[in-house]
């Protein structure tokens, strides 16, 4: 996203009359099951771009020596849990074939 579209998003979502929106202009109510099932991918592919972007920042934390622990704490999970989900990809020992690989910290 550019910056002037961010500035402009970030205005219209901190006006008072969008308080109530969920989501400005994707309201469940104004849109025919139609519609809602065309945007489903357009979340869907948000959803991917946002994991993908969180997996990097994990990768370039653990490159600073910082534990699943702390990881796991600032994402409000379990150090396991954070392992789980990000050691296959920013640990070495998981890209070399190694399922087994314990828990770092």
Known sequence: MCT????????QLASPENASRKVIG???EDQANVEML????LVSATAAQV???LRVWV???RERHISYAE???ALGVSRQAAWER??????PAATNGDAAAAPQE
Do not use: H, N
């Not at 002037?4 to 205005?11: E, F, I, P, T, V």
């Not at 065309?38 to 991918?41: D, E, F, G, Q």
């Open 59 to 61: 990768g370039l934390i």
């Open 38 to 41: 065309a945007r489903l991918p």
């Open 4 to 11: 002037d579209c961010l500035a402009m998003y970030s205005a």
């Open 51 to 53: 994991d993908r972007y």
């Open 86 to 91: 990000f050691s296959r990809v920013t640990e």
């Open 26 to 28: 994707w309201s469940d």
């Open 71 to 73: 990881i796991g704490k």
